[in-house]
């Protein structure tokens, strides 16, 4: 079993930055690949970044957040992060941290654990 929470969201202006966290606990963290997902109201939940626990930790990005976004880990801390700038009226949705043996993975219903999700509301 892994437990994750995220905190982090807000309510923000067009163009401004946030970083939200999710901390783990429970199983090996450094087993896991962890993602973001978000899901707006009315939308279905969709994938935003990951990050595998390979040494390099490698990454990938959804093409809508690609150069805004950035996610990143700290193994010692069992933490992801989703550092987000630029933020746009668009991105406003509930963010959620999830976590999966098995990298490469953007559909929601592959992956193994989730948190409660943090919301992020961007205001034009």
């Known amino acids: 079993q892994v437990q994750l929470v995220e905190s982090g969201g807000g309510l923000v202006q067009a163009g401004d930055s946030l970083r939200l966290s999710c901390a783990a606990s429970g199983q090996t963290f450094n087993r896991y690949t962890m993602a973001w997902f978000r899901e707006a109201p009315g939308k279905e939940r969709e994938f935003v970044a990951a990050i595998s626990w390979i040494s390099y930790s490698p990454t990938r990005y959804a093409d809508f957040v690609k150069g805004r976004f950035t996610i990143s880990r700290d193994n010692a801390k069992n933490s992801v992060y989703l550092q987000m700038n630029s933020l746009k009226p668009e991105d406003t949705a509930v963010y959620y941290c999830?976590?999966?043996?098995?990298?490469?993975?953007?559909?929601?219903?592959?992956?193994?654990?989730w948190g409660q999700g943090t919301q992020v509301t961007v205001s034009s």
């Open positions: 999830a976590a999966d043996r098995t990298y490469g993975r953007i559909v929601w219903s592959e992956y193994e654990y």
